[in-house]
């Protein structure tokens, strides 16, 4: 019970540390880093350098649309201030293109997990709709 205790405490101590800022900042980061992930295997498909499997593929699909669908909760109402993050003030001043630009690269996601492309020639359109949407929106709302 002492050890169940202290370990609550211990968790305590450790998790008060980071403010909900710095949680909103890392689950954008998480987010994108699992689409990230998502890509690199299917990008190489795509361009047939790995043979095409439609079942990776469309558990890739999922895994970025699970990724994707809360990444708009972790903005806050107001910017953060004097924290390391990419976002650009653009997402605070732009609020309704920054959603419709996160609407659209979801929208082109679902599109491509229920065509369930089986083969390499109708999986590689679908791919290039969703990887079209990284750059529009990066170079609005990210900073680099
Ligand atoms: C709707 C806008 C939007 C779309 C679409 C989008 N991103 Fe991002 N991405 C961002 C923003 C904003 C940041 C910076 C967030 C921050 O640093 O707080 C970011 C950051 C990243 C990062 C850096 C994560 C880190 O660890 O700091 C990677 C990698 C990334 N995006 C990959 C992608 C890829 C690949 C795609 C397309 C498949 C994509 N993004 C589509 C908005 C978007």
Known sequence: MKVFLLSIFITAIFSLPISSAEQDIKNRQNAMQQVRESIKVLFPMAKGKTEYDDFVAISMLEQMLSAATPYGSYFPKEPEVGVMSEAA????????????????????????????????????????????????????????
């Open 89 to 144: 003030e653009t997402i605070w001043t732009d609020r309704s293109g920054f959603e419709k630009a996160l609407a659209k690269f979801l929208t082109d996601i679902e599109a491509a997990v229920s065509a369930e492309p089986e083969n390499l020639d109708d999986f590689k359109p679908l791919l290039a709709d969703i990887t079209s949407n990284c750059q529009s929106c990066h170079q609005v709302y990210r900073m680099k």
